[in-house]
């Protein structure tokens, strides 16, 4: 029988390369895909697929939420994390959602066969780097992970994290209500909970608030011109 | 008629997404990748390509570098942009830079068949979303 896969990242040309890699591997398919967090966790559960792949930057509900979402509709779900940085915030939230897999988008092409076989063979795979701090963590505090700096977000509940990433990617409270078919009153009564617990007084701290915690991400510009010669972008 | 491009992005993912998308068009051949400005630069002047499909951020060299680099020495070479920037400021440094076209990356699999379609033909193609940052108030 075929392992089936479900594909979540927002950007359609990521899909379509992440399929041509999976779908080389015999006995692998993908069976479905889709653009958001939220659309994810609605195919999976109508394909309740063996493996989720899911991007952690991606709109409307992250990767991570996603992950935390579907392992609270079914813990069986196994869920790789693809993420475009190995911060060791970003590593303690993915292991805290309940990945089992955590590959560097730059590093798919190199490690997501392998993290797909690892969890078909009822196996984790993370980076090298995870497995240092996750090992780092386990012999300083007996614990799988250091909690030293652990994030503010888990002060939110998942459904004001939800708000959260929908007010701070520039949805109005009436269009974060029909997203989430809530009452633009009830959306309203979250906003203010949320600023209220995090002491904020605008969307500009929330938007920051979001970068900071992986709720969104930004890619920046590369520096200006430079002298001739190469240069980090 | 055959067009022959070299894809450029630092993300092999990427690259074969792109590749993928591109080579399901008739005639159309990815003729090499690169995964920075410097080996794209390399690439262009050794495949001679009509056109280069090129990310904005890479290591070594970024795409708008490779982009004023690749102008003066290969004037026939069209380029065009497949960026995660959204952003008319960004748009418009990559068409001062001398790209023919400026795709964003989350509609690639939307827009990325015309734009090349017509860089090749020396035509502009832009596009970018229509909303594309959160509103500060």
Not at chain 1, 11 to 21: Q, S
Not at chain 1, 189 to 218: C, E, G, P, W
């Amino acid at each position: 029988m075929k392992l089936r896969i479900l594909l979540a990242d927002d950007h359609e040309i990521v899909r379509r390369g992440l399929r041509a890699l999976l779908e080389k591997h015999e006995g692998w398919e993908v069976c479905g895909e889709a653009s958001d967090g939220r659309e994810a966790v609605e195919k999976a559960l109508q394909l309740n697929p063996d493996v989720v792949i899911v991007d952690i930057g991606m709109p409307n509900l992250n990767g991570l939420d996603t992950t935390r979402q579907l392992l609270q509709h079914d813990p069986h779900f196994k869920v790789i994390v693809l993420t475009i940085t190995d911060s060791d915030q970003v590593i303690r939230e993915a292991l805290d959602a309940g990945a089992r897999g955590f590959v560097l988008k730059s590093d798919a092409a190199r490690d997501l066969v392998s993290a797909v076989e690892a969890l078909q063979n009822k196996r984790m795979f993370f980076t090298p780097r995870v497995n240092d701090l996750v090992l780092a963590g386990f012999l300083e505090k007996g614990q799988t992970v250091s909690r030293n700096e652990a994030p503010k977000l888990p002060t939110l509940t998942a459904r004001e994290r939800e708000i959260t990433q929908l007010l701070a990617e520039g949805n109005s409270s009436k269009e974060v209500a029909s997203l989430l078919n809530l009452s633009t009153k009830t959306v309203e009564t979250h906003r203010s909970n949320i600023m209220r617990k995090l002491s904020f007084h605008s969307i500009r701290d929330l938007v920051v608030y979001a970068i900071k915690n992986n709720l969104i991400q930004i890619e920046l510009p590369p520096p200006p011109k430079t002298p001739a010669g190469p240069t980090a972008a | 008629m055959t067009i022959r491009i070299l894809v450029v992005d630092d993300h092999p993912i990427v690259r074969q997404g792109l590749k993928t998308l591109l080579e399901g068009h008739s005639g159309w051949q990815v003729v090499g990748e690169a995964s920075d400005g410097a080996e794209a630069v390399e690439k262009a002047r050794d495949l001679n390509p009509d056109v280069m499909v090129l990310d904005v951020t890479m290591p070594r060299m970024n795409g708008l570098e490779a982009c004023r680099l690749l102008r003066s020495q290969a004037p026939e070479l069209e380029i065009l942009f497949v960026t995660q920037h959204d952003s008319p400021q960004m748009m418009r440094e990559a068409l001062e830079a001398g790209a023919r076209g400026y795709v964003v990356k989350s509609n690639a699999a939307r827009d990325l068949l015309a734009a090349v379609e017509a860089v090749s033909q020396h035509r502009v193609f832009t596009a970018l979303n229509e909303r594309s940052f959160p509103q500060l108030t």
